[in-house]
């Protein structure tokens, strides 16, 4: 392992650095030392970052929102390489993922959710996906702990879920046997030289230099000094409280694949693992920095993952935590160069992280290898929120 703490010293030059080692920073430094690329990541704390929080929810179908169409493509073209992603990581990590390929149940618990349910379907039906509808009866024998008041819901078979925190440790074990260097330290500037990204200073006075930068700082993306105006990511942290619960073991059968409610106009899922952990989620507030568990936010998922599974408040309540996703002005990630040659973004993935995993990887190793954004990533350019933006010069192979 090539990893420098704060105080020593390392290759202070490389072909890439990426800026943030959470998810997706880590797979796109993965897929860029893949490539041939000497590569290097900045973070004081690498592995960590709203995966830590996140269910791992793999929803693209169940998470579908109006006026997403564009993502939906980009979501199940992540959905798709899932499988293949994991086993090539497992492979190259040596370390389970916690992938489960276990499906989805969203359902109704009275009629305005049930309204609301019929919406999503008629949504989904017209995006041309897949979605079962279920009345409550069917709903219960697939789930026998659902409350006996589910007046129907909706059965995606292609909604997955992985273990975040296994596939950001996977990802790091992955990057460190690919050769990355790991800087253990916060970037704080962006070196700029002749209108160029050349690298970046580090918390500790540290000067890395590389030929291409990729920012991929998750909620603190928009925060890194030295970043001109017209290349600075739009992202902004919306906070999210998750709890997880723990059933005991010997498992007593729970639940078989996750389930998501509105409930009374709240979202909340429970994502059962192997391991018996019941991942509760999510609060979805704009409260700046804040990553305060609170009270309010404990009580009110409890309350409505009660209404769905009574019986859940029998188990231990193992830990609450909250986390920043990384929210854009379209719901979208911001993937590709920008208006600063050298740089690009590789964030603001929002509630979509977890799933956008692989083809982020996919596409910025694309990227820094070739200099051309494979065409499943250029609706996402971060080139969208630019206006008058100065021409583009575009990037020679690495
Ligand atoms: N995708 C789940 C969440 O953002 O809470």
Redesign the pocket.
Known sequence: MQSFPQGHTGPAGSDVLVIGGGIIGLVTAWRAALRGLRTAVADPDPGGGAARV??G?L?AVT?LHHGEQTLLGLNLASAERYPAFVAELEEASGQDTGYRACGTLAVALDADDRAELRELHALQLRSGLTAEWLTGRECRRLEPMLAPGVRGGLRVDGDHQIDPRRLATALLTACERAGVVFHRARAERLSVVRERATGAVLADGRALTADQVVLAAGSLSGRLAGVPDDARPPVRPVK?QVLRLTVPRPYAPFLSRTVRAVVRGSHV?LVPRENGELVV??T?EELGWDTTVTAGGVYGLLRDAHELVPGLTELPLTETRAGL?PGTPDNAPLLGPTALPGLHLATGH???GVLLTPVTGDAMGELLATGTLPAAARPFTPLRFTTNARPVRQEQPA
Request: glycine share 14%; hydrophobic share 35%; proline share 0%.
């Open positions: 996140a269910a929810m929803a998470e999210g899922y989620g999510a979805s996703r929002y509630r979509n």
